[in-house]
């Protein structure tokens, strides 16, 4: 387990990111910062993601100009790739919604500014 | 027609979203055309769904891999991991469809009056072809990772819609709280979908449940998709966003939000019985399920019971609902490893849950588009200000009974049908379950002849005298809704057979499944 | 028949219940014909009367959502205070509750993995 | 912003201009593709809102525009994958005719745009759509924080 800590780097960083992440989404009340444990969240499962796909040795997976090596296959890279552009869409939304939230209400506060509730 | 059959399941996901580009256009051009390209594409949906649906009842599960030199091409070079996206449809998949394609057509034909005169028309049926789309994608998908996408898809648009009305704040904050559980949930089921593929290097649900180990990671991918999936049905203690979002919606969204809901359900079923299946540990995860099916169900109802707001009343009653089918997925789950008991009563309870996620569906769906069509009428939402309006809605109030009572599981009606098959077979797993859950239906009716009497009878108020019965587009939404939930009332055994059955022996046995991605290879 | 599910114990026929149903109807509607005839519709006996009180508006004699069941809250009204209090509608709550249940279904596998 | 900061940004939109549209014409062949190029153009958008203004922006940069921009790249990319429905959805149909249809030699080469099939004309039409939708949200974002509302 020790040796391979170096290695394992990536893994605990991202669920480090997670930690932080959820701990944002729980204690703090302000709606941006909601937003921004949404992207952080979405960064750690990015960054797991990638460090999934990474190879000693490979290469991307681009003929262009390739240097000699075995190439890796690029799934995960697919996959957190989707996920940014998923991630974009998602707080473009949150964030107009946010906006409207606070013309509607005046306050960035998740509790004081909640109507509904029971 | 052989060919169009062929194609049908990328075609059933393509439509929608090729609509859902050509609206905005159409739409600058025209309003009428841009309705009957809606109307004519969802209705074209629904035919192939049903011609789909004979197809994969008849001659077994449907594979369809996208870019292949053939659509059944599922392993290149023959024995390898299966690489390319794939839809793979069989008898649980398509009777979701089903559903989808009956309530999508249903929505849209309800927005046409409901929406009218609203600012943004052309955005909303983007968005709500983009909506239906992703909920197919959902439940024909072969492949974990598409199912994230269509299920952020789904969930992205669907708060687009929810937060449609601009000028209401409370509808802010309901698509606000969608958007949020969602985006978290739906991060972590792509969390658990990279620890399944970092131990079997495949997305493939069918090359996963090959190769499925049971490992302490995929406890832990099981737990976390369990959860997220539970979250986004709205199971309790997760449920709080739903009575606050499907309350604020429009509520021909609200009717596709309940189909969404029903898409995270299946998607829980197709984890839990597909891609880990006889690996499980069944009678634990089979018990997680029953205890948050009992817990959905006695406070959804009991906090039904006491709401003001007629929308947010139907909404907790859906959570109740989904307890009735989380119980019965899990008596059938919890017995999977036992052949005996699984014959005797699970597969009756696994087909009871199947079948009241289409009656909940529709019988939801109708209590929601009639709560709608008085809120239209007459603008209010809150039943302390309502009285006497049956004098005037005369359909709209029978139309509400009639989903109310399918909903208490009074007979004749589908409901009935479906939790009778539920109580009869989880009386004898447990027969403490059945007791809470026919006490759940009692207050259930209690419930809804509170909302009953509270909008529709007694004397007619002042402030209510000039007002109409709902335009006619709404009641004949409404009305075919009534017609299918009698229909299902009536020769229940006909659905039963038809497609619930094939649904649940799909469920139950994985092999299939694994087999029509894997080819032969056992 | 199509409309039969054998189910365990019983089996269930809608329409064996619609003509049981129907011959209940024709019984009922048997013995109401049996009763007063006198009965005519926009007669005083058609009005409301309330001992003899003045008759409140319509709006006063609604029973609204709210005023229902009443009974049924006042008894449990202990039971709704501690179901009330974690409906916070708090994002930030629904977020603690995900978590919880991912938790706590962890554990419960984990249990029973020890426990094998 | 300063009068620098505007002429500065001026003159840098043509180059994030053809970096974008480089980074979306060359997809296939090396690291970038239509959400890349795309993204690129859209933060030349914001550029521009940043130096004159989100007002200035909306007289020559209607949303309704945009829109029809970024629809029409989805439809492109929907009737292309619909294109290959004789064999099958999202077959590309294009390997071996004029278009695009060049083979390239199997391991390490120079990179042949002419190649790739559907996949150029793909990346071009999800470039427009990141495009268009991106440069809406950063407007729609910036107009509605200003105080202005949009038209829809």
């Known amino acids: 387990m020790m040796e391979n800590l170096p290695g394992n780097f990536p893994f605990v960083a991202a669920v480090l990111l997670m930690g932080v992440a959820l701990y944002i989404l729980i204690f703090r009340r302000n709606l941006i910062k909601i937003v921004m444990g949404i992207a952080i969240l979405s960064s750690s499962v990015n960054l797991f993601l990638v460090t999934l796909g990474y190879r000693a040795g490979g290469v991307a997976p681009i003929y262009t100009e390739a240097p000699e090596g075995p190439m890796v296959l690029p799934v995960v890279q697919a996959l957190t790739l989707t996920n940014i552009v998923i991630a974009v869409a998602t707080s473009a939304l949150i964030l107009s919604l946010v906006i409207r939230i606070y013309r509607h209400t005046g306050t960035l506060d998740s509790e004081k500014s909640r109507r509904m509730k029971g | ?522 | 028949m199509t409309s039969i599910i054998e189910s365990g114990y019983e089996f269930w026929n809608p329409i064996i219940w619609l003509i049981a149903f129907a011959v209940v109807m024709v019984i009922v509607y048997f013995f109401r014909r049996q009763g007063q005839e006198k009965y005519k519709k926009g007669e005083a006996q058609a009005q409301i009367f309330l001992c003899g009180e003045e008759v409140p508006e319509a709006e006063q004699r609604q029973v609204r959502g709210g005023n229902a069941y009443w009974g049924f809250f006042e008894t449990l009204k202990e039971y709704y205070g501690g179901i009330i209090r974690p409906h916070t509608g708090i994002v930030n709550d629904y977020v603690i509750w995900f978590i919880a249940v991912m938790a706590v279904s962890a554990v419960v596998l984990f249990i029973v993995e020890l426990a094998k | 912003m300063s009068k620098i900061v505007r002429t500065v940004a001026n003159q840098l939109i043509l180059f994030v201009l053809i970096l974008g549209l480089y980074v979306i014409m060359h997809g296939h062949v090396t690291p970038g593709g239509g959400f890349q190029g795309g993204a690129i153009i859209a933060s030349g958008t914001i550029m521009l809102i940043v130096a004159f203004g989100s007002g200035e922006i909306k007289k020559w940069l209607r949303e309704r525009h945009l829109s029809v921009v970024e629809s029409s790249g989805a439809l492109l990319f929907s009737l292309l994958a619909f294109a290959g429905i004789g064999t099958v959805f999202f077959f590309n149909f294009l390997i071996g005719s004029r278009v695009f249809g060049g083979t390239p030699p199997t391991g390490p080469n120079p990179g042949d745009v002419w190649t790739g099939g559907v996949i150029p004309l793909m990346n071009l039409a999800v470039g427009l759509k990141v495009m268009a939708g991106l440069s809406g949200v950063v407007l729609a974002l910036a107009l509605f924080s200003s105080g202005e509302e949009t038209d829809e």
């Open chain 2, 1 to 522: 027609m052989a060919t169009l059959i062929e194609h049908s399941s990328i075609l059933i996901i393509a439509i929608p979203l090729l609509a859902a580009f050509l609206t905005p256009l159409i739409g600058m051009a025209s309003k009428k055309a841009r309705n009957v390209l809606v109307m004519a594409s969802l209705a074209f949906v629904a035919l192939l769904v049903f011609a789909l649906a004979r197809d994969v009842i008849l001659n077994g599960i449907h594979v369809y891999t996208l870019g292949a030199a053939s659509p059944g091409l599922t392993t290149p070079g023959g024995g390898v991991a299966p690489v390319r996206i794939i839809l793979e449809v069989d008898a649980i998949s398509i009777f979701m469809g089903i559903t989808v394609a009956l309530v999508s057509l249903v929505a849209a034909i309800y927005s046409l009056s409901a929406m009218k005169g609203e600012t943004g028309q052309n955005r909303f049926y983007t968005l709500l072809l983009l909506m239906v789309g992703g909920i197919f994608g959902m439940v024909f998908t072969g492949d974990l990772f598409n199912l994230f996408v269509f299920l952020e898809i789904t969930s992205i648009s669907g708060a687009a819609l929810i937060a449609f009305r601009t000028r209401s704040a409370d509808s802010q904050e309901g698509g606000f709280k969608y958007i949020v559980v969602s985006a978290v949930a739906s991060l972590m089921v792509l969390f658990a979908i990279g620890l399944l593929y970092a131990q079997y290097n495949s997305l493939n649900i069918g090359a996963l449940a090959a190769a499925m180990q049971y490992t302490m990671l995929d406890k832990i991918a099981l737990v976390i998709l369990i959860s997220a999936f539970a979250m986004k049905l709205g199971g309790v203690p997760m449920h709080m966003w739903l009575s606050d979002t499907y309350s604020v919606a429009p509520v021909s969204i609200t009717v596709l939000l309940i189909t969404a809901s029903q898409a995270s359900m299946y998607a829980l079923t197709r984890t839990c019985f597909t891609l880990y299946g006889v690996t499980l540990d069944s009678a634990a995860v089979g018990w997680i399920i029953i205890a948050i099916g009992i817990l959905s169900m006695f406070i959804g109802v009991t906090m039904a019971v006491r709401q003001t707001d007629i929308t947010r009343l139907i909404a907790y009653n859906c959570v109740c609902e989904s307890g009735f089918m989380l119980v019965g997925l899990g008596v059938g789950l919890a017995v999977l490893a036992n052949p005996e008991a699984l014959a005797a009563y699970g597969i009756t309870a696994i087909s009871g849950a199947i079948f009241h996620m289409i009656n909940h569906a529709l019988f939801e769906g109708l209590l929601f588009l009639a709560a709608g069509a008085i809120f239209y009428r007459i603008g209010t939402r809150d039943l302390n200000q309502m009285g006497g309006l049956g004098h005037t809605m005369k359909f709209t109030a029978i139309l509400f009974l009639l989903g109310a009572l399918a909903s208490s599981g009074i007979p004749p009606f589908n409901g009935f049908a479906s939790k009778i098959l539920i109580y009869q077979s989880v009386y004898q797993f447990n027969p403490i379950l059945t007791i809470i859950g026919i006490l759940v239906s009692i207050i259930t009716l209690a419930v809804f002849m509170k909302a009953f009497f509270a909008a529709f009878t007694g004397a007619s108020l002042p402030q209510y005298k000039g007002t109409k019965e709902a335009p006619k587009t709404m009641i004949a939404a409404m009305t075919i809704l009534a017609v299918i939930i009698i229909f299902f009332g009536l020769f229940p055994g006909l659905i039963l057979d038809g497609i619930v059955r094939p649904a649940a022996d799909a469920l139950v046995d994985q092999s299939p499944y694994i087999n029509a991605i894997m080819g032969a290879i056992p």
